[in-house]
């Protein structure tokens, strides 16, 4: 069974620095990987997917790497602003393809201080 | 991207009364949506796999007879929490996946949390 970690748990850092999300999965067999962002009590906002067959997806100050053989995934958010703060997700879809549902992290809950 | 609308945003309802939520996907057709349930300070869980024209696919642990899903249109499924009682107090919320330039997005909409008294 697919299991999804992120790691921290939680994370506090003054603007303007550059940071890195950690996710790692158990079973390396994934059709794709999407990092989410949540805000309190609201929906899930998609930011980057990565196929199973890239490395990375880059978007304005955000950028996903994917190492697939070794089950980690890392987001990259550059020059950090208060907006930032939210709770990032990590979910990875099976093999399967667009038939699979996700498997997700616990997250990473993100306060950047103004 | 994709647009998934899902309502209501909040329902509070008595104990022993049902639910019902829908998700409809906007500017596409789902032939496959997907329901999650999230517990306070926990990981969104997969409760099932909802197809359009068939039974839904329940995950592990999750009762059918209790949530009961629809989903008659290739744009609506809907998630109907029979007999509710407090520890289904949750945050419930939809899915769809869409297809685009050779793979699948996953795409969520607003998410129902649900309070029961």
């Known amino acids: 069974k697919q299991e999804v970690t992120q790691i921290p748990a939680a994370l506090s850092v003054p603007e303007g620095e550059n940071l890195v999300l950690n996710c790692s999965f158990t079973?390396?067999?994934?059709?794709?990987l999407q990092w989410f962002r949540q805000d309190p009590g609201k929906g899930l906002t998609s930011l980057l997917l990565?196929?199973?067959?890239?490395r990375e997806q880059t978007s304005g100050r955000l950028n996903a790497s994917l190492d697939k053989s070794s089950g980690r995934s890392t987001l990259y958010i550059a020059a950090s602003q208060p907006g930032d703060s939210a709770t990032y997700l990590c979910a990875v879809s099976g093999s399967g393809g667009g038939a699979d549902g996700l498997t997700f992290g616990k997250g990473t809950h993100l306060i950047i201080q103004p | 991207g994709a647009v998934v609308s899902q309502h209501p945003s909040r329902v509070i309802c008595k104990s022993g009364t049902s639910v019902k939520i829908e998700c409809r996907s906007l500017d596409f057709q789902a032939t496959t949506m997907f329901w999650y349930r999230q517990f306070p300070k926990q990981s969104l869980m997969l409760m099932a796999t909802s197809n359009e024209g068939s039974k839904a696919t329940y995950e592990q642990g999750v009762e059918k007879d209790k949530f009961l899903i629809n989903h008659a249109s290739l744009t609506l499924s809907t998630l109907t929490v029979t007999s509710a009682h407090p520890e289904d107090s949750s945050f419930y919320i939809c899915?769809?996946?869409?297809?685009?330039?050779?793979?699948?997005?996953?795409?969520f909409g607003q998410g129902t949390r649900l309070t029961v008294v």
């Open positions: 990565i196929q199973s067959s890239q």
């Open positions: 079973d390396s067999a994934i059709y794709n």
């Open positions: 899915s769809a996946r869409f297809q685009l330039l050779g793979t699948t997005e996953a795409f």
